[in-house]
Structures are given as C-alpha cells and as structure tokens.
C-alpha cells in the first residue's frame, strides 16, 4: 500500500485549527506554529486561522495563540505571529458555517495571497468530531492548490470503527494522499534517531537486535499526571488508545522493524508494517491493567469530577506483552506498560541482553540498552572492573548525553517536526492506512474484552507509585530483571 507525498506548500498557505478553544492547540498547535514561524519555517505568505464553536473575542484569541509560548519568547516576534492569525467562530456541523469560513477565507487569500493558497486543514478537536469536519471541508472547502487533512489520535476506538471513519473520510472525497494522521511520537527527535542508531551503526548496535542476543525489552511511558480535568475524554477512550496502540507502537516498530531498502517514505512504512504484520492480537491473560486511587493529598480517578460514571472501569495504567513471529525476534517479549498518576515522568525503552551460559566473573548482571527519550540519553550498561585493589564488578553506564554532547543543538517540538512535515507533503512521518489496521487488530480483541459486560475491574495502585505490583510481578514472569 503506497502513499505518495503531494509536494510541498512553498508559499501562499492558510493553516485552520480547528478547536482552536481547546487543550492541544493552546498547548502544542499554536506554540509549534510560532516556532516554525519564528524560525522561518513557515512558507510565505501563511496565514493561520483558529475556528471553534466558542464565542472569543480577540483578546481571548490572542490569548490562546500565545498562553502555551516561553515568557522569553521575543516579544517582536509574537507580535508578528499575532499579525498573520484570525479566529472564525462556527459550528463542526453545519454547511453555512464552513460557507461562511470559506468566505473568511478567500478574502484573506484576495488580501495577501494573490488569490490563492495552499491549504492545511488541521484537526485539534474530539475524535467525534472528525468525519462531520472531513465532511463538510470537503464539501465547501476544498479549494486550494493542495488540500491537506491533518487528524489527531485516536484514529478510531477499534478495527471496526477505524475503518468506518476512514471509509466516510474517503467517501467524502479525501484522498489516503491527502490525509495526514498524526502520532506525534514520530516526530520525536530521540524516537527518530531510534533508526540512524541502529542502522548508522549496523555491525555495531543493529547486529545486537535479534532473538540470540537479546532477553526482552521494555517500552515504558510513565505520568506523574493523573487524569485530573480530563476525565471527559479520557474515560471514554483510556490508557489503550491514549498510548499503547498508537505512541507505544511507533517506538516498537522503529526498534523491532528490519532494514528498509532506502529511505523512501514507503520503504521505511513498508519494513514497520511488516513487523506489525508478525505480532498476534494480545492475550486477555496477557495484560495488566490499572487504576490509581487516591492517595490522601490527590484524589483518585473514580474522585474526580470530571470522571461522571463512578464505577468505571477505564484503566489508567496498561501492561502488555507483545511477541514478534519472525526469525528475528521469535520468542523474546515485548513488554509495553503507560501509566498515568505514577511516580516518575518517564519514556524509556530498555534492551536488555541475555547473559552467557558460563560467566567468568559470577556478579555480572545483563547488559542493557537504555534509551531515555525525555532526558535524551543513550546509554549501555555494561559490567567494569570496580577500580581497586580488588577489582570486582560494578556496573557503569557508557553514555551518550545529547544535551551535553550536542550543546546548543536547537531539536525541534516532536508537533513542529510534524508540522512542517504536513507543509513538505512528506507521509513517511505519519500513520499510513494497513499501518493503523495493524495497531488496532494487535488490541481490539483485549480492548473488547476491558470493555465487555464481564470484564474485570482493573487493580489498584496509589496516585504517585510505582504502578501496580501486578505489574512488577508481570514482568519478572516474562523474564525482565529490574536493574
Ligand atoms: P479538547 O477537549 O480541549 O477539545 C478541543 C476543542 O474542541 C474544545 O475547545 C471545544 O471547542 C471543542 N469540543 C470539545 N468537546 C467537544 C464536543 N463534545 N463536541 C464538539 N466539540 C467539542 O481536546 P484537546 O485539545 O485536548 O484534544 C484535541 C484532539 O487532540 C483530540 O483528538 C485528542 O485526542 C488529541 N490529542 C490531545 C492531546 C492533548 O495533550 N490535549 C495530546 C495528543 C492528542 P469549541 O467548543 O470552542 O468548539
């Protein structure tokens, strides 16, 4: 299945946010947008709009265009961004209004793009909103030189409903070229470099990637945030698709995945979705699933306001193993855990290798490759003569410290590399189609089966822990050593 980038959008282009009200485009849209605006990676000529159902008035507007921006940001250059932005008010669901933003938007193009533009239509609301807003764009909207359709996760609730959407997504007239899903784990600068570390060092680090080598591996993504404010959508949708399906995944394929034949935007595609392909849907008895409670300062998810049914059984912590059926990886665990409310901010992958039959020095415990991709680290854990007259065994790290290393290097936002990559027509960073249906055939059968009529109630862990002990038990089973 091949998705052909449309090329890029040089000049003239107006940017829509829809849900500009909202959480993502205060937090990550519109500071992304100022940041490829500051750095002259915005093309001529663009105009960016805001448009949701509430009633701002600029100054409210102008609040939620910068709210999410650094106090040290250069006051010039805010003023500037504030110059090329408009907010239109209107519904998601209705023609007139979308007639009405059409409108709104050819007199901007009249103004200050020769009549024209390129256009990027950029999703930031409630996965219920999608297909109405695919629907009507293209209804009334369709009018640039390019048209591009940028939807947030989750894409759907499971297989079924995943491909209804992108069936009326499609019906409506959008093409796959045109549709750009956004997993912004992809743009995530050491998630990225997940690929030139193996594959820029292939005798060195990717020859280590196989089933003789390696014992199992972790792929952990940690919250000290619980859920507070957001019980709304996070009781609809949960752990599951709030991160393993989608964020877990991506960073399991860019280490698990084999060689791509170039660096073609369907060749990388191609090798991830083989690996997919490989892995069976995970089993009931196969996952840990949680939710915190209180713990005497915080309140638990069942406490919270916004969280309206009481007995609710989303979880908010998700273990699962995941196996790959292929010669590479056959029989080493994938173990694949998120929490939210845990005691540590965390996304960690750690590799960890099998040990000799017949050590020479009895104390020496696994090797591990650690990937800290919030601190942007790398690190080996490797076993060292304990520097004294004795010797002995210790266990330091062999690190590579990007920060340090790279001082001064400027990495973009994981949603400013995305960004800009919806304005080159690159699909390779987003989520192709069979791509999407692998993720969701891997966890609907255990999606099915939280959610059913019989399913059990997740176990309990406290607001701020180490997870549930489930959890650690869990991963001894599978044979992951915690180090
Ligand atoms: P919000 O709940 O903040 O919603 C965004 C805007 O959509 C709101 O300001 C509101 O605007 C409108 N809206 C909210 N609820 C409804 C509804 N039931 N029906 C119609 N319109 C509604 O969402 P977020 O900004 O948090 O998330 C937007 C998208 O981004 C979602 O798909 C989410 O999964 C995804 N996402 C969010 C992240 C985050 O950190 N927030 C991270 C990654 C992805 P108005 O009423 O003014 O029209």
Known sequence: MSVKSQGEAKEKTLIVVFGASGDLAQKMTFPSLFGLFKDGFLPPKTHIVGYARSDLERKKFEEQLTGGLDEKESKDKIEEFKKISTYVQGAYDEDDAFKNLESELQQMADKDLDGESHRIYYLAVPPSQFTSLADKLHKNNYKGITNRLVIEKPFGKDSASAKEM??????????????YRIDHF???????????????????????????????????????????????????????????????MQLLTFLTMDKPESLEEDHIRDEKVKVLKAIKPIKNDEAVMGQYIGNGDKEGYLEDETVENKESKTATFGEVVLRIDNDRWQGVPFLLKAG??????????VIQFKQPEKPLYPSEEPNELVIELYEKKVYFKINSKKPSMEGGIVRPEMILDYENKFDGLDAPQPYEFVIREVLKGNQKSFVREDELEEEWRIFTPLLHFCEGKDSPKPVEYKYGSNGPKESLEFDKKLGFVPT
């Not at 997504?169 to 045109?178: A, L, M, R």
Request: hydrophobic share 40%; aromatic share 8%; with cysteine.
């Open 186 to 248: 992809i743009g995530d600068e050491m998630a990225r470099s997940i690929m030139q570390l193996r594959f820029a060092n292939e005798l060195l680090i990717d020859s280590l990637f196989n089933k003789d080598k390696v014992a199992s591996v972790l792929i952990e993504l940690k919250e000290t945030f619980g859920c507070e404010g957001r019980g709304g959508y996070f009781d609809e949708f949960g752990i599951i698709r709030d991160v393993l399906q989608n964020h877990s």
């Open 340 to 349: 939210k409310a845990i005691e540590e901010d965390a996304l960690r992958i």
């Open 166 to 179: 992108m069936e009326a997504i499609t019906k409506d007239g959008w093409k796959q070229e045109e549709i």
